[in-house]
């Protein structure tokens, strides 16, 4: 990605990058997503019935946002596929974003992140392991759960709040940060060492978006991310 481009274009022009819904739809999609965090942090134990509800909770919330979000696009004639951006008109460009997404992942996902995370000591709170699938059924609603995490919150993120914030403070750059800081408080079970790791990681996101004009890419590293990290985690433990 060359900086001095996403700089240059740093400047947002209305026409194509201007508010995409109300300010009171913005309003509400962030008090769902800090409420959420704000209760997961004092509910780091899963519920007595088992991970598959969690799972499915989230999945529901998930697409609820989502669905909540196409809603305020329609209100302004936007669609969907403008807020996602790109397309996989052959299999080409589909296998060129899965191998942007698998070398963002590795690069950025593993040794920068874990590099910064060494560095801060940052280490995931001992509830965190009770959240990883054991048996079959968890381990499928884990990898459901993964890829709606990869095309809602790139939605969310970095498509519908970093246009929003982008508008509001009339820059590229300011829209790519704040998304990433609601995206590390929307964390908010994990701690503030790791909240702080997760939003440098969203703000990476928003830039691999930003410099591809795509959350395509971002959908796939994010989905491919969190499936291998609790499957991978759910056999490191055994």
Same mark, same amino acid.
């Given at each position: /990605?060359?900086?001095?481009?996403?700089?240059?274009?740093?400047?947002?022009?209305?026409?194509?990058?201007? !508010?995409?819904?109300?300010?009171?739809?913005?309003?509400?999609?962030?008090?769902?997503?800090?409420? =959420?965090?704000?209760?997961? !942090?004092?509910?780091?134990?899963?519920?007595?019935?088992?991970?598959?509800?969690?799972?499915?909770?989230?999945?529901?919330? @998930?697409?609820? *946002?989502? !669905?909540?979000?196409? %809603?305020?696009?329609?209100? #302004?004639?936007?669609?969907?596929?403008? *807020?996602?951006?790109?397309?996989?008109?052959?299999?080409?460009?589909?296998? #060129?974003?899965?191998?942007?997404?698998?070398? =963002?992942?590795?690069?950025?996902?593993?040794?920068?992140?874990?590099?910064?995370?060494?560095?801060?000591?940052?280490?995931?709170?001992? !509830?965190?392991?009770?959240? %990883?699938?054991?048996?079959?059924? @968890? /381990?499928?609603?884990?990898?459901?759960?993964?890829?709606?995490?990869?095309?809602?919150?790139?939605?969310?993120?970095?498509?519908?709040?970093? #246009?929003?914030?982008?508008?509001?403070?009339?820059?590229?750059?300011?829209?790519?940060?704040?998304?990433?800081?609601?995206?590390?408080?929307?964390?908010?079970?994990?701690?503030?060492?790791?909240?702080?790791?997760?939003?440098?990681?969203? /703000?990476? =996101?928003? /830039? *691999?978006?930003?410099?591809?004009?795509?959350?395509?890419?971002?959908?796939?590293?994010?989905?491919?991310?969190?499936?291998?990290?609790? *499957?991978?985690? #759910? =056999?490191?433990?055994?």
């Amino acid at each position: /990605m060359a900086a001095a481009e996403l700089i240059s274009s740093d400047t947002v022009t209305t026409s194509t990058h201007g !508010a995409v819904a109300p300010a009171w739809h913005t309003a509400l999609v962030l008090f769902v997503l800090l409420g =959420f965090s704000v209760l997961g !942090a004092h509910l780091q134990h899963l519920t007595a019935h088992g991970r598959s509800p969690d799972y499915l909770a989230v999945i529901a919330m @998930e697409w609820v *946002l989502v !669905a909540f979000i196409w %809603f305020g696009l329609s209100r #302004r004639g936007i669609p969907m596929r403008d *807020l996602v951006g790109g397309s996989w008109p052959h299999p080409a460009a589909f296998f #060129r974003d899965l191998g942007i997404a698998v070398a =963002f992942v590795l690069l950025v996902g593993g040794a920068v992140l874990n590099g910064l995370g060494y560095l801060l000591k940052a280490t995931p709170p001992k !509830a965190m392991h009770e959240l %990883f699938p054991q048996t079959l059924i @968890e /381990m499928i609603l884990w990898v459901v759960m993964s890829w709606t995490a990869g095309f809602c919150e790139e939605v969310i993120f970095r498509g519908y709040l970093s #246009r929003q914030f982008a508008a509001w403070t009339k820059s590229a750059i300011g829209g790519i940060v704040l998304q990433g800081i609601v995206f590390g408080l929307a964390h908010g079970y994990q701690g503030w060492k790791l909240m702080s790791l997760i939003a440098f990681y969203g /703000m990476c =996101f928003g /830039m *691999l978006a930003r410099w591809r004009r795509s959350l395509r890419p971002g959908m796939l590293a994010h989905g491919l991310q969190d499936t291998a990290g609790g *499957l991978l985690a #759910r =056999f490191l433990m055994h």
